[in-house]
């Protein structure tokens, strides 16, 4: 014991580790724009350098640091780049990785007050700013959460608990079985963690009442059924194919009505409730009762960054309790009350250290400006014979070719040619390119170079077809 002590005790207090990793890092960093996007195939087999036995007795500190980075960095995608454009990925904001890095060093559990002062301050901070910037009700709290999955859950779980509540039912106590029966409606095209959640929460998706919705995937209000006091209703900022936003101000105002409760899925859309431009697509978010962000998405917090928001405090800290004769309450804010997690990291750290570098209009900057890539990238590939599949109404388009086969093929060879990085879905029947704008550091040169790979690899594509 006293041989790991000894090693461990030199490499905290001498510090190199830190000084190596640091400057691995750097190299990283320095060569980012020159790396290709997604890993090539030498890379990827590389990867077989980590198939080893588990080691014996302790290992060098150093070399094991000079392996992950030999190895482990070329076979990373350069999503902090400006050229990758899949799964609605966020870049980093500098300011918020180095505050993590920081956080890291602190290595704070942040479930009580008393376990973390500071990471309970900077939460607290957090959920002024959050309710400022989004414009959401005074009485909204904040929860800090790994990402979206998780912020949904926490929402339904919320509204669940407060219909229940409401029709005299205790959940947390007596369960579901012999439970008045909750209504789940969303619209058709809501994302697969909503799901997750419902059926995570024992609501079951076969019970979901589907909404029709539009040619650009918002809910069609004139299809809204009657509501009540035991709907839940499920809405979106941000469809993720097509950017689109459901209609909040109409809707919301039925939902309220009825006394439903409403969650609004706006992972990487209900930041446009903070750009003044924009703003107009979150019209009636404010009638929602809660609410799911990613800070690693839209706002470039590093990974993992996601807020439930919910304007209901008790339904939220009822639905996600925890107790315990050694758990010791402060009297500012217990972080765990808010979420279903009690040890976390100090997500907070980062979060608070975006929004205090940008402020009002560095987040509005940032928002537009990723608009104004997507609407960029739009042109030029309109320009280039590409069908644009969607309004660009935010930061996502839907890219085609004249047939589906050409459009999976062009896609194959973008992702396999490095300069840049999209994603496949399927849009009203077509197989379609999603490309999302969700960095900082997407410049128009990037959007330019990018197009240009696309036109290269259909061309490529038409004439590997022509051959066969």
Same mark, same amino acid.
């Given at each position: 014991?006293?041989?790991?002590?000894?090693?461990?005790?030199?490499? @905290?207090?001498?510090?190199?580790?830190?000084?190596?990793?640091?400057?691995?890092?750097?190299?990283?960093?320095?060569?980012?724009?020159?790396?290709?996007?997604?890993? /090539?195939?030498?890379?990827?087999?590389?990867?077989?350098?980590?198939? +080893?036995?588990?080691?014996?007795?302790?290992?060098?500190?150093?070399?094991?640091?000079?392996?992950?980075?030999? *190895?482990?960095?070329?076979?990373?995608?350069?999503?902090?780049?400006?050229?990758?454009?899949?799964?609605?990925?966020?870049?980093?904001?500098?300011?918020?990785?180095?505050?993590?890095? &920081?956080?890291?060093?602190?290595?704070?559990? %942040?479930?009580?007050?008393?376990?973390?002062?500071?990471?309970?301050?900077?939460?607290? *901070?957090?959920?002024?700013?959050?309710?400022?910037?989004? =414009?959401?009700?005074?009485?909204?709290?904040?929860?800090?959460?790994?990402?979206?999955?998780?912020?949904?859950?926490?929402?339904?779980?919320?509204?669940?608990?407060?219909?229940?509540?409401?029709?005299?039912?205790?959940?947390?106590?007596?369960?579901?079985?012999?439970?008045?029966?909750?209504?789940?409606?969303?619209?058709? #095209?809501?994302?697969?963690?909503?799901?997750?959640?419902?059926?995570?929460?024992?609501?079951?998706?076969?019970?979901? !009442?589907?909404?029709?919705?539009?040619?650009?995937?918002?809910?069609?209000?004139?299809?809204?059924? !009657?509501?009540?006091?035991?709907?839940? $209703?499920?809405?979106?900022?941000?469809?993720?194919?097509?950017?689109?936003?459901?209609?909040?101000?109409? *809707?919301?105002?039925?939902?309220?009505?009825?006394?439903?409760?409403?969650?609004?899925?706006?992972?990487?859309?209900?930041?446009?409730?903070?750009?003044?431009?924009?703003?107009?697509?979150?019209?009636? *978010? +404010?009638?929602?009762?809660?609410?799911?962000?990613?800070?690693?998405?839209?706002?470039?917090?590093?990974?993992?960054?996601?807020?439930?928001?919910?304007?209901?405090?008790?339904? $939220?800290?009822?639905?996600?309790?925890?107790?315990?004769?050694?758990?010791?309450?402060? !009297? #500012?804010?217990?972080? @765990?009350?808010?979420?279903? +997690?009690?040890?976390?990291?100090?997500?907070?750290?980062?979060?608070?250290?975006?929004?205090?570098? &940008?402020?009002?209009? /560095?987040?509005?900057?940032?928002?537009?400006?990723?608009?104004?890539?997507?609407?960029?990238?739009? =042109?030029?590939?309109?320009?280039?014979?590409? +069908?644009?599949?969607?309004?660009?109404?935010?930061?996502?388009?839907?890219?085609?070719?004249?047939?589906?086969?050409? %459009?999976?093929?062009? @896609?194959?060879?973008?992702?396999?040619?490095?300069?840049?990085?999209?994603?496949?879905?399927?849009?009203?029947?077509?197989?379609?390119?999603?490309?999302?704008?969700?960095?900082?550091?997407?410049?128009?040169?990037?959007?330019?170079?990018?197009?240009?790979?696309?036109?290269?690899?259909?061309?490529?594509?038409?004439?590997?077809?022509?051959?066969?």
């Amino acid at each position: 014991m006293a041989e790991l002590h000894d090693a461990l005790s030199r490499q @905290m207090a001498e510090l190199a580790l830190f000084r190596q990793a640091q400057e691995h890092a750097f190299d990283y960093a320095r060569g980012l724009d020159r790396r290709e996007v997604f890993p /090539g195939e030498a890379a990827l087999q590389a990867l077989a350098g980590f198939d +080893e036995p588990l080691p014996g007795g302790i290992g060098d500190a150093s070399a094991l640091l000079r392996q992950l980075h030999r *190895i482990g960095s070329p076979a990373s995608v350069a999503q902090i780049g400006g050229r990758y454009f899949g799964f609605v990925n966020g870049g980093v904001l500098p300011v918020a990785l180095a505050a993590r890095w &920081l956080s890291d060093f602190w290595d704070q559990n %942040t479930a009580l007050q008393v376990m973390s002062p500071i990471a309970a301050k900077l939460e607290s *901070i957090c959920e002024g700013w959050l309710r400022e910037l989004l =414009g959401l009700p005074e009485r909204t709290v904040a929860g800090l959460v790994s990402g979206s999955s998780l912020a949904i859950l926490c929402g339904l779980a919320a509204g669940r608990w407060r219909l229940l509540h409401n029709a005299g039912w205790d959940v947390n106590k007596r369960g579901l079985s012999g439970a008045p029966a909750i209504r789940v409606v969303a619209g058709r #095209q809501a994302h697969a963690t909503v799901l997750k959640a419902i059926a995570l929460l024992g609501l079951g998706t076969d019970n979901i !009442e589907w909404l029709a919705v539009d040619d650009q995937g918002r809910v069609r209000a004139d299809a809204l059924p !009657e509501l009540d006091e035991r709907t839940l $209703l499920v809405l979106q900022a941000g469809n993720v194919a097509s950017g689109a936003f459901d209609p909040f101000a109409e *809707i919301g105002a039925r939902a309220r009505e009825a006394g439903s409760w409403v969650h609004i899925d706006g992972a990487f859309g209900l930041w446009a409730a903070g750009c003044r431009s924009l703003r107009h697509l979150c019209d009636g *978010i +404010e009638l929602g009762n809660s609410w799911s962000v990613d800070g690693h998405k839209t706002l470039n917090t590093p990974y993992d960054s996601g807020v439930v928001l919910c304007d209901d405090g008790e339904a $939220l800290v009822a639905a996600l309790q925890a107790s315990g004769s050694y758990i010791a309450y402060g !009297e #500012q804010r217990d972080g @765990m009350l808010y979420t279903p +997690e009690m040890s976390r990291r100090a997500r907070a750290v980062e979060l608070w250290a975006a929004l205090k570098f &940008l402020g009002r209009d /560095g987040v509005d900057e940032l928002v537009l400006g990723l608009h104004r890539r997507a609407v960029q990238a739009a =042109g030029e590939l309109r320009a280039a014979g590409f +069908e644009i599949l969607n309004d660009v109404v935010f930061n996502q388009l839907l890219i085609a070719c004249e047939s589906d086969e050409l %459009t999976q093929r062009t @896609m194959q060879l973008v992702q396999q040619s490095g300069e840049c990085w999209a994603g496949g879905t399927q849009w009203l029947g077509r197989a379609a390119i999603r490309l999302s704008v969700c960095s900082w550091a997407t410049t128009s040169v990037d959007v330019s170079r990018s197009v240009r790979a696309f036109v290269a690899a259909r061309e490529q594509a038409h004439a590997h077809s022509h051959r066969s």
